[in-house]
């Protein structure tokens, strides 16, 4: 089993900046692919970023150039930084950690979700 951590959700103006933070703890494997999704209102979840313990980074196109992800191993956290923050980019944002070995070894795990919202 493997709990997530969220922190770092609130109110933003446009054009202002977040960090967000997600530690995992519990049965952490070492390699592993850890994201961040959102799910706004009336939407489905979608993609914002995920970073692999090697470092690897993906991110959608609507955030990509003001967004970066990152994250420090040794502590089981992944963070998000985002700048630039445009009112599309409100959404319940979800932390997400993948271990990718088949069967019961692997797993899929999410956070509770925190809120941003932008808006003057």
């Known amino acids: 089993q493997v709990q997530l951590v969220e922190s770092g959700g609130g109110l933003v103006q446009p054009g202002g900046s977040l960090k967000l933070s997600c530690a995992a703890s519990g049965s952490v494997f070492s390699i592993n692919t850890m994201g961040w999704y959102r799910q706004a209102p009336g939407k489905q979840r979608e993609l914002v970023a995920t970073i692999t313990s090697g470092g690897r980074t993906n991110y959608a196109d609507s955030v990509k150039g003001r967004s970066t992800i990152s994250r420090d191993n040794a502590k089981n956290t992944v963070y998000l930084q985002m700048n630039s923050l445009k009112p599309e980019d409100t959404a319940v944002y979800y932390c997400?950690?993948?271990?990718?070995?088949?069967?019961?070894?692997?797993?899929?795990?999410w956070g509770q979700g925190t809120q941003v919202t932008v808006s003057s």
């Open positions: 997400n950690f993948e271990d990718f070995r088949l069967g019961s070894s692997g797993g899929d795990y």
